[in-house]
């Protein structure tokens, strides 16, 4: 066997690419249902139910399905600018302590309006602030971002637990170590009641919709398409490359800072170092799997939050640990990276 | 000359809409050279490429020594003798030289390599062939020309009887493309059979035994080299008759671009060593030297990408300090970068984004691209270039470096600038390309611009220059008159002697 790079890239393979790889990848994870013991097909709509099946079910996919589109969008926009940032995690919390910590001690008492917009701005500065050091190592020393974003997300998550075990600590928590909450007023509204689904949900698709145009349609979006398709070329033809890294960095560290804010101001109203369950590292998986189009991620991440919903509840009506979830996400990752090779490349005779 | 030692009968080969080797028969005898003439897509590559099995052929058939050679199997090419230099080498940078001529040439299962055998063989075809090298240089530290070398000694390790050089003198300077020929023809004076790929009439008249002409996937006409002229085979190869540009004589105007003292240090090392020359409105001025001599940095300067360390520039009479690209843009001077596929496009971009990129402040307002002006931009410069294979939202990467080139030179010379920095602006072009875009540059040299041409090829500089400044070890000698001035006293300008040289 052997490849071909083809000539033409076609519109409908890249479409179908990764509809063909969440099948593939659902196939793969149905051998492993049924080396579970358990009957495939049963699982697959116990999984579907779980997620979609009734109105709780819905909104509770779609509540984790706001900050993965955020982290997707963080990643998306820098790896298009080959900007690799793998810090969303603690670029996260770090937007997250930054909203709690500012309703709990400074902006608590300001009515909605004005609070909710200067918490999410909060988060979004305090997002964009961790991702500019290494990026400033970077265009100072060329010193690699994949290692220092990756190893920040352990510094962030341990000052942000060292905030909440101390002058950030609620007191009314009974020892536990979770941050003061949110006013009351700092929360987002929610969408449908007696749900979890919040109005977080609209400024992550109404982002999705914003950044999609500045990467399509402005200077800004084209130069930074063209510094991560070939900076050589793209500092010939006079895009300054360091400024256009900076406002690439100050986009994604910021989404990423929101994500946090999102979801400790829709969901949990407090802080704790269980707020996030990787969506940080999940975005990439996220962005990958859109083919780092902005609209796809909005799709990516409701797959991948419903995968994990379901199989939440699939697992609790059959004996199949929920495991099955991250190697179903995982899976799905690999059959999209040799779905976009074959949206380049094809199989020669 | 009698033994037929390689045989290709009746290849064919389809890619998609495409058929590149339309039913092409090729013999080669022991101890001759074989030039395989065509231009840029005219299944050359292909052809060798299944030659040394990496495609299959669709039908047809190879034999080495009268016995077949299995198709689509580089291994069972490589046993039967036949070694590839590719365009792009296949070595590690990392390795040293035996290192790389020895890999693959032993078992994985042996427990350690035989390097002084290894070294003892090496040493051994380097003295037979000529082809001196140091074993122990790391490869990535050795010029492109001394890569090649290592490339063909890898062959010649593997005990190739065919050699397939595929366009060999693409990366290499004149004295060193010389040198190459010398050596191939000593290799096939001690039994080897040559095929080279080329599309330089001068080198294939110069070096091969017989020219076998590809154009459009078929096999056009064999020559032997005593039987055919040069234009005989240009002809041939492009289809019709094809007349590069004639430089007519014409006063030059006043000075647009005065560059005194000017050195640019980068890395601790005097890349450019206090240049001075005048740039006239309405000439071409060549500047001409062997690759590396500083020619990368001169037009980095001049086209903002790098800040000179000391130096005067004057732009149209008036002193100017650092130069950044929009400033250099919008002061209307056109710039060809040396390398364009690496430096001039961005080959995942549509053709039109990398027709404005560089002034995407013209075509935008208020932050927001202008599609609709800059499609039409870019449909002008197809239009008025001749840019063939794409429309104005095909990818760019799709086009032929000729076609590619001609953007370029479009998205520049539409705007008539003033001032143009041309650095190699044919390199690698096919003869019909070249000619057009000599033709352009003369155009634009006839309209009023000042033309900087920086380029290696003495051909190129004899024919579109009116004054000749060599660059060596980045200084610039004292210009010349085209007029009056031998390829000879060039060529010794080249190597850094210009004390008799007439300034002008």
């Given at each position: 066997?052997?490849?071909?790079?083809r000539?033409?890239?076609?519109?409908?393979?890249?479409?179908?690419?990764?509809?063909?790889?969440?099948?593939?990848?659902?196939?793969?994870?149905?051998?492993?249902?049924?080396?579970?013991?358990?009957?495939?097909?049963?699982?697959?709509?116990?999984?579907?139910?779980?997620?979609?099946?009734?109105?709780?079910?819905?909104?509770?996919?779609?509540?984790?399905?706001?900050?993965?589109?955020?982290?997707?969008?963080?990643?998306?926009?820098?790896?298009?600018?080959?900007?690799?940032?793998?810090?969303?995690?603690?670029?996260?919390?770090?937007?997250?302590?930054?909203?709690?910590?500012?309703?709990?001690?400074?902006?608590?008492?300001?009515?909605?309006?004005?609070?909710?917009?200067?918490?999410?701005?909060?988060?979004?500065?305090?997002?964009?602030?961790?991702?500019?050091?290494?990026?400033?190592?970077?265009?100072?020393?060329?010193?690699?971002?994949?290692?220092?974003?990756?190893?920040?997300?352990?510094?962030?998550?341990?000052?942000?637990?060292?905030?909440?075990d101390?002058?950030?600590?609620?007191?009314?928590?009974?020892g536990?170590?979770?941050?003061?909450?949110?006013?009351?007023?700092?929360?987002?509204?929610?969408?449908?009641?007696?749900?979890?689904?919040?109005?977080?949900?609209?400024?992550?698709?109404?982002?999705?919709?914003?950044?999609?145009?500045?990467?399509?349609?402005?200077?800004?979006?084209?130069?930074?398409?063209?510094?991560?398709?070939?900076?050589?070329?793209?500092?010939?033809?006079?895009?300054?490359?360091?400024?256009?890294?900076?406002?690439?960095?100050?986009?994604?560290?910021?989404?990423?800072?929101?994500?946090?804010?999102?979801?400790?101001?829709?969901?949990?109203?407090?802080?704790?170092?269980?707020?996030?369950?990787?969506?940080?590292?999940?975005?990439?998986?996220?962005?990958?799997?859109?083919?780092?189009?902005?609209?796809?991620?909005?799709?990516?991440?409701?797959?991948?939050?419903?995968?994990?919903?379901?199989?939440?509840?699939?697992?609790?009506?059959?004996?199949?640990?929920?495991?099955?979830?991250?190697?179903?996400?995982?899976?799905?990752?690999?059959?999209?990276?040799?779905?976009?090779?074959?949206?380049?490349?094809?199989?020669?005779? | 000359?009698?033994?037929?030692?390689?045989?290709?009968?009746?290849?064919?080969?389809?890619?998609?809409?495409?058929?590149?080797?339309?039913?092409?028969?090729?013999?080669?005898?022991?101890?001759?050279?074989?030039?395989?003439?065509?231009?840029?897509?005219?299944?050359?590559?292909?052809?060798?490429?299944?030659?040394?099995?990496?495609?299959?052929?669709?039908?047809?058939?190879?034999?080495?020594?009268?016995?077949?050679?299995?198709?689509?199997?580089?291994?069972?090419?490589?046993?039967?003798?036949?070694?590839?230099?590719?365009?792009?080498?296949?070595?590690?940078?990392?390795?040293?030289?035996?290192?790389?001529?020895?890999?693959?040439?032993?078992?994985?299962?042996?427990?350690?390599?035989?390097?002084?055998?290894?070294?003892?063989?090496?040493?051994?075809?380097?003295?037979?062939?000529?082809?001196?090298?140091?074993?122990?240089?790391?490869?990535?530290?050795?010029?492109?020309?001394?890569?090649q070398?290592?490339?063909?000694?890898?062959?010649?390790?593997?005990?190739?009887r065919?050699?397939?050089?595929?366009?060999?003198?693409?990366?290499?300077?004149?004295?060193?493309?010389?040198h190459?020929?010398a050596?191939?023809?000593?290799?096939?004076?001690?039994?080897?059979?040559?095929?080279?790929i080329?599309?330089?009439?001068?080198?294939?008249?110069?070096?091969?035994?017989?020219?076998?002409?590809?154009?459009?996937?078929?096999?056009?006409?064999?020559?032997?080299?005593?039987?055919?002229?040069k234009?005989?085979?240009?002809?041939?190869?492009?289809?019709?008759?094809?007349?590069?540009?004639?430089?007519?004589?014409?006063?030059?105007?006043?000075v647009?671009?005065?560059?005194?003292?000017?050195?640019?240090?980068?890395?601790?090392?005097?890349?450019?060593?206090?240049?001075?020359?005048?740039?006239?409105?309405?000439e071409v001025?060549?500047?001409?030297?062997v690759?590396?001599?500083?020619?990368?940095?001169?037009?980095?300067?001049?086209?903002?990408?790098?800040?000179?360390?000391?130096?005067e520039?004057?732009?149209?009479?008036?002193?100017?300090?650092?130069?950044?690209?929009?400033?250099?843009?919008?002061?209307?001077?056109?710039?060809?970068?040396?390398?364009?596929?690496?430096?001039?496009?961005?080959?995942?971009?549509?053709?039109?984004?990398?027709?404005?990129?560089?002034?995407?402040?013209?075509?935008?307002?208020?932050?927001?691209?202008?599609?609709?002006?800059?499609?039409?931009?870019?449909?002008?410069?197809?239009?008025g270039?001749d840019?063939?294979?794409?429309?104005?939202?095909?990818?760019?990467?799709?086009?032929?470096?000729?076609?590619?080139?001609?953007?370029?030179?479009?998205?520049?010379?539409?705007?008539?600038?003033?001032?143009?920095?041309?650095?190699?602006?044919?390199?690698?072009?096919?003869?019909?390309?070249?000619a057009?875009?000599?033709?352009?540059?003369?155009?634009?040299?006839?309209?009023?611009?000042?033309?900087?041409?920086?380029?290696?090829?003495?051909?190129?500089?004899?024919?579109?220059?009116?004054?000749?400044?060599?660059?060596?070890?980045?200084?610039?000698?004292?210009?010349?008159?085209?007029?009056?001035?031998e390829?000879?006293?060039?060529?010794?300008?080249?190597?850094?002697?210009?004390?008799?040289?007439h300034?002008?």
């Open positions: 066997m052997r490849f071909e790079r000539a033409h890239r076609s519109t409908v393979l890249v479409v179908i690419a990764p509809v063909i790889a969440v099948a593939a990848a659902l196939a793969l994870a149905g051998v492993l249902i049924a080396l579970a013991g358990s009957p495939v097909l049963t699982a697959y709509e116990r999984i579907l139910t779980g997620a979609f099946g009734s109105r709780l079910a819905a909104t509770e996919t779609l509540t984790r399905a706001v900050p993965l589109i955020l982290t997707g969008l963080a990643a998306a926009v820098a790896f298009r600018a080959r900007l690799w940032n793998i810090g969303a995690e603690g670029q996260l919390y770090l937007g997250a302590i930054a909203a709690a910590a500012l309703s709990a001690e400074l902006a608590g008492g300001l009515p909605s309006i004005l609070q909710i917009p200067i918490l999410l701005v909060a988060a979004a500065l305090a997002g964009m602030a961790l991702l500019l050091i290494p990026l400033w190592l970077r265009l100072r020393f060329s010193v690699d971002e994949v290692v220092t974003t990756l190893l920040l997300n352990f510094v962030a998550i341990l000052f942000v637990s060292m905030l909440i101390g002058v950030l600590k609620d007191p009314m928590a009974f536990w170590p979770q941050s003061k909450p949110i006013d009351e007023d700092g929360m987002l509204p929610k969408l449908i009641p007696r749900s979890r689904l919040h109005a977080g949900l609209l400024l992550a698709l109404a982002l999705a919709v914003v950044v999609h145009f500045v990467q399509s349609r402005t200077v800004f979006g084209t130069r930074s398409r063209a510094a991560g398709l070939n900076a050589t070329a793209a500092v010939f033809a006079g895009v300054p490359l360091g400024r256009t890294l900076v406002q690439v960095a100050m986009i994604s560290g910021g989404l990423a800072g929101l994500a946090g804010a999102v979801e400790v101001m829709g969901v949990t109203s407090y802080v704790t170092t269980e707020l996030s369950p990787g969506y940080g590292y999940s975005g990439i998986v996220v962005a990958m799997l859109a083919n780092l189009h902005p609209i796809g991620v909005v799709l990516a991440a409701i797959f991948t939050a419903a995968m994990f919903v379901g199989a939440d509840a699939m697992s609790r009506s059959m004996a199949i640990p929920t495991y099955i979830a991250d190697v179903t996400v995982a899976l799905s990752l690999l059959a999209m990276l040799v779905a976009i090779f074959f949206t380049q490349y094809r199989i020669a005779r | 000359m009698s033994e037929t030692l390689l045989e290709i009968a009746n290849v064919s080969k389809r890619f998609g809409a495409t058929l590149a080797n339309d039913d092409i028969s090729l013999s080669l005898a022991k101890g001759e050279i074989v030039a395989l003439l065509g231009e840029n897509g005219a299944g050359k590559t292909t052809l060798m490429n299944i030659l040394f099995g990496h495609y299959q052929p669709d039908s047809g058939h190879i034999r080495v020594m009268g016995k077949d050679l299995p198709p689509g199997r580089p291994l069972a090419a490589i046993r039967a003798g036949i070694g590839m230099v590719h365009q792009h080498f296949s070595l590690a940078p990392n390795l040293t030289v035996l290192e790389n001529v020895m890999t693959g040439t032993e078992s994985l299962w042996r427990p350690v390599s035989d390097a002084a055998t290894g070294r003892r063989r090496l040493m051994e075809l380097s003295r037979r062939f000529g082809l001196e090298t140091d074993p122990d240089a790391r490869l990535g530290d050795l010029s492109v020309g001394e890569q070398r290592v490339e063909v000694l890898k062959s010649l390790y593997n005990h190739a065919v050699l397939i050089l595929d366009e060999p003198t693409a990366v290499l300077t004149t004295i060193e493309a010389e190459l020929f050596t191939l023809r000593d290799m096939a004076r001690q039994g080897l059979s040559l095929i080279f080329s599309h330089k009439l001068d080198e294939v008249m110069a070096t091969a035994d017989r020219i076998v002409v590809l154009r459009g996937g078929r096999k056009v006409a064999e020559r032997l080299r005593g039987g055919t002229t234009a005989e085979l240009a002809e041939l190869m492009v289809g019709r008759a094809v007349h590069r540009p004639e430089r007519k004589m014409s006063p030059p105007g006043e647009v671009l005065e560059a005194r003292g000017v050195t640019l240090r980068r890395g601790g090392v005097d890349r450019l060593k206090a240049v001075d020359f005048d740039l006239h409105a309405g001025l060549g500047i001409i030297g690759a590396g001599n500083g020619q990368t940095s001169l037009s980095a300067v001049l086209s903002g990408t790098a800040r000179r360390t000391t130096g520039l004057r732009l149209f009479g008036a002193a100017v300090g650092d130069l950044s690209v929009p400033e250099v843009v919008d002061a209307g001077i056109g710039r060809i970068p040396e390398d364009r596929n690496h430096e001039g496009v961005i080959g995942e971009m549509p053709l039109w984004e990398n027709a404005v990129l560089e002034r995407l402040s013209r075509f935008s307002r208020g932050g927001l691209v202008d599609r609709r002006a800059a499609i039409a931009f870019a449909q002008r410069i197809i239009d270039f840019v063939r294979g794409g429309t104005p939202l095909s990818r760019t990467r799709l086009l032929s470096g000729g076609n590619i080139q001609k953007l370029i030179l479009g998205r520049n010379l539409i705007e008539h600038p003033r001032i143009l920095i041309a650095a190699q602006p044919a390199r690698g072009l096919d003869e019909g390309a070249v057009a875009v000599h033709g352009r540059i003369l155009a634009a040299r006839n309209a009023g611009a000042a033309v900087l041409l920086i380029s290696e090829d003495l051909d190129e500089v004899m024919a579109l220059a009116d004054r000749i400044q060599a660059i060596v070890g980045g200084r610039l000698s004292p210009p010349v008159a085209r007029e009056t001035t390829r000879g006293q060039l060529g010794l300008m080249m190597a850094g002697e210009w004390e008799g040289a300034a002008v």
